[in-house]
């Protein structure tokens, strides 16, 4: 590289952030942490944070779900690489940008870590830092893009579930209601549940089949659900 163009290179920092999905309460939910530093102190922000050294950025999300969330082993997925020159007024700053699907049980949220991690509806967010808010939006766009031709909901539920429960995660992320008995004869068309010989019962309801997944794993279904 000579002289000349040396000059004109200046690179970016790169930062990681993680958008963590879940559901409880029939609600679809997301992690934020409350900023400490500036710029946006006190703003509401996805975890995430600079890559340290010779680290790779998908260390850097393991790294981050295990301090926030305190979860590892969970759904993954590299979402995309947002890098408007506006979206950080310290400077030029490329995010890579992940999203994690985590079952509400394996949430292990501590109220000692500093920068209070919490729990938001997607439906009602609170004014969020940098371009965050973008970010959240488009992971929801490819989750619910998702739930067409692969199995990804396994992520969000138990390993033992009703079919309500499955159509009720459904609903929850695609923002709509479903009709119940369609609903179960295409998903169980898929072919990648399994009925279990056991019930969920309950004092004011009749005891609903258990299933499984038959591979609780990512994979891409045969035919769009």
């Known amino acids: 590289m000579n002289v000349q163009k040396s000059k004109l290179y200046w690179p970016p920092a790169v930062t990681v952030d993680a958008v963590i999905f879940t559901v409880q309460e029939d609600d679809l939910q997301v992690l934020l942490i409350e900023r400490s530093n500036e710029p946006f102190r006190n703003y509401c922000a996805l975890p995430g944070g600079f890559l340290i050294k010779n680290e790779p950025s998908r260390d850097a999300v393991a790294r981050i779900l295990k301090d926030k969330a305190g979860v590892n082993n969970v759904y993954t997925e590299q ?3 947002f890098d408007d020159l506006a ?3 310290r400077g030029h700053t490329v995010t890579i940008a992940y999203f994690a699907l985590v079952p509400p049980t394996s949430l292990k949220i501590s109220s000692s870590v500093r920068e209070h991690p919490q729990l938001y509806s997607v439906k009602r967010l609170p004014n969020l830092a940098f371009d965050h808010r973008k970010i959240i939006e488009y992971a929801l766009g490819r989750l619910r893009a ?7 909901v396994y992520s969000l539920l138990p390993k033992e579930f009703t079919i309500p429960q499955l159509q009720k995660t459904y609903e929850v992320i695609l ?3 479903l009709d119940k008995r369609n609903f179960a004869k295409k998903f169980l068309s898929l072919n990648i549940v399994k009925p279990l010989p056991k019930k969920l019962g309950g004092p004011r309801r009749r005891p609903a089949r258990l299933y499984r997944f038959i591979s609780p794993s990512p994979q891409e ?3 769009f659900f």
């Open 221 to 223: 279904l045969k035919k």
């Open 146 to 152: 998702k739930l067409e031709y692969t199995n990804v």
């Open 87 to 89: 979206r950080d007024p």
């Open 175 to 177: 923002g709509k209601r």
């Open 79 to 81: 979402l995309y690489t």
